[in-house]
């Protein structure tokens, strides 16, 4: 598990000490079923289970792999389109690329993320290069939804590039663990992510043993997914391990603790910290698009049908082999995007 690391971790600046400060209890541990994404690559449904209500402002999150591919075997998504909120895609081993209507597009790597703000409507397409479908090799990563206000789902899509060498690098308080900081604010310390909702996106690897405690913005959800590993949360001390997200009610800091032994393919604790301003606004989803209301879903299905969202640039038509699954009939299986799900939601 690459990601961004540190020869020397005692070089990097430390986390205030929380002493004093109240710990967030915990609400809920819920382990993420499997299935499979685009074209057939295995993911961990992080937020199966959990209320909207309190995963606000954050709608999906995808463990994607960790698998390692025989050659030719490597997969992606076909060209899809989105609106109404932004996609982040975080590699933690491989390599991805990107290429959307907007004329966005990067490959990423080990530590790099992706953000995309679908706005008022785009289509793009995540892939693995060639070189890599020919060769094989690790491939995991993660893709979260972040919703956006009412006021801004309506904004011009936009596209940003996230190198791993610009995230924000900490070191917790005992020196245990090291904190990434891939978007928002910790501790006075900025992530390189630009966001439209206010939230802050952290990976966090923690030492056998170690307690890490991140003080954390009391108007802020608090959400812990343990990508590796095993250790325990809260000052209750819940265990938890690979695949499960920690939902976390009020308090001040944010407190996990790896165990003193852990797997000799999981040397460490892993986890992928998030949290944001909840927006508080009723929410429609189904596939693609994450709207306020059923009206403006069904709009959405009837805009990309239309072609209104934008179409694939001339230069990556030979990408496109799999045709847009497109239907006259607005149900629930128009579009089987991300594996969403397919009945329109409203909350």
Same mark, same amino acid.
Do not use: C
């Given at each position: 598990? $690459?990601?961004?690391?540190?020869?020397?971790?005692?070089? !990097?600046?430390?986390?205030?000490? *929380?002493?004093?400060?109240?710990?967030?209890?915990?609400?809920?541990?819920?382990?993420?079923?499997?299935?499979?994404?685009?074209?057939?690559?295995?993911?961990?449904?992080?937020?199966?289970?959990?209320?909207?209500?309190?995963?606000?402002?954050?709608?999906?999150?995808?463990?994607?792999?960790?698998?390692?591919?025989?050659?030719?075997?490597?997969?992606?998504?076909?060209?899809?389109?989105?609106?109404?909120?932004?996609?982040?895609?975080?590699?933690?081993?491989?390599?991805?690329?990107?290429?959307?209507?907007?004329?966005?597009?990067?490959?990423?790597?080990?530590?790099?993320?992706?953000?995309?703000?679908?706005?008022?409507?785009?289509?793009?397409?995540? *892939?693995?290069?060639?070189?890599?479908?020919?060769?094989? @090799?690790?491939?995991?990563?993660?893709? #979260?939804?972040?919703?956006? $206000?009412?006021?801004?789902?309506?904004?011009?899509?936009?596209?940003?590039?996230?190198?791993?060498?610009?995230?924000?690098?900490?070191?917790?308080?005992?020196?245990?663990? !090291?904190?990434?900081?891939?978007?928002?604010?910790?501790?006075?310390?900025?992530?390189?992510?630009?966001?439209?909702?206010?939230?802050?996106?952290?990976?966090?690897?923690?030492?056998?043993?170690?307690?890490?405690?991140?003080?954390?913005?009391?108007?802020?959800?608090?959400?812990?997914?343990?990508?590796?590993?095993?250790?325990?949360?809260?000052?209750?001390?819940?265990?938890?391990?690979?695949?499960?997200?920690?939902?976390?009610?009020?308090?001040?800091?944010?407190?996990?603790?790896?165990?003193?032994?852990?797997?000799?393919?999981?040397?460490?604790?892993?986890?992928?910290?998030?949290?944001?301003?909840?927006?508080?606004?009723?929410?429609?989803?189904?596939? $693609?698009?994450?709207?306020?209301?059923?009206?403006?879903?069904?709009?959405?299905?009837?805009?990309?049908?239309?072609? #209104?969202? @934008?179409?694939?640039?001339?230069?990556?038509?030979?990408?496109?082999?799999?045709?847009?699954?497109?239907? =006259?009939?607005?149900?629930? =299986?128009?579009?089987?995007?991300?594996?969403?799900?397919?009945?329109?939601?409203?909350?």
């Amino acid at each position: 598990m $690459p990601a961004v690391t540190v020869s020397d971790i005692t070089i !990097l600046p430390r986390i205030s000490d *929380t002493t004093g400060l109240r710990a967030r209890r915990v609400k809920s541990i819920t382990t993420a079923p499997q299935g499979f994404e685009g074209e057939g690559f295995p993911v961990r449904r992080a937020f199966a289970g959990v209320d909207l209500a309190e995963l606000d402002p954050f709608i999906h999150l995808d463990q994607m792999g960790e698998v390692e591919y025989a050659p030719g075997e490597p997969k992606g998504t076909p060209w899809h389109p989105h609106r109404g909120f932004e996609t982040v895609t975080y590699i933690i081993d491989g390599i991805f690329d990107h290429k959307d209507s907007n004329g966005g597009g990067g490959t990423i790597s080990d530590g790099d993320t992706q953000w995309m703000t679908a706005g008022g409507g785009i289509l793009h397409i995540e *892939t693995p290069p060639e070189h890599l479908v020919m060769s094989g @090799g690790l491939f995991h990563g993660f893709q #979260l939804w972040v919703n956006l $206000p009412a006021a801004k789902k309506w904004s011009p899509p936009a596209y940003q590039d996230v190198r791993a060498n610009d995230v924000a690098l900490l070191s917790s308080t005992d020196g245990g663990s !090291l904190v990434r900081i891939i978007a928002g604010e910790l501790d006075g310390h900025v992530g390189p992510g630009t966001t439209q909702t206010p939230i802050t996106l952290i990976h966090a690897t923690v030492a056998p043993g170690a307690e890490l405690r991140l003080p954390w913005r009391k108007d802020y959800n608090a959400l812990v997914y343990t990508m590796s590993g095993h250790g325990f949360v809260g000052d209750e001390q819940r265990p938890v391990s690979m695949g499960q997200l920690t939902v976390f009610g009020d308090g001040d800091t944010i407190v996990v603790r790896a165990a003193n032994q852990q797997e000799s393919r999981s040397p460490n604790l892993e986890l992928f910290i998030l949290g944001g301003q909840p927006i508080k606004e009723p929410v429609a989803w189904m596939g $693609p698009f994450v709207m306020n209301t059923k009206r403006e879903v069904l709009q959405a299905f009837e805009d990309f049908q239309k072609g #209104l969202l @934008g179409s694939i640039p001339a230069i990556y038509k030979e990408d496109a082999k799999k045709p847009l699954n497109r239907t =006259d009939k607005l149900s629930g =299986d128009v579009l089987d995007v991300h594996n969403a799900p397919t009945d329109l939601q409203e909350g």
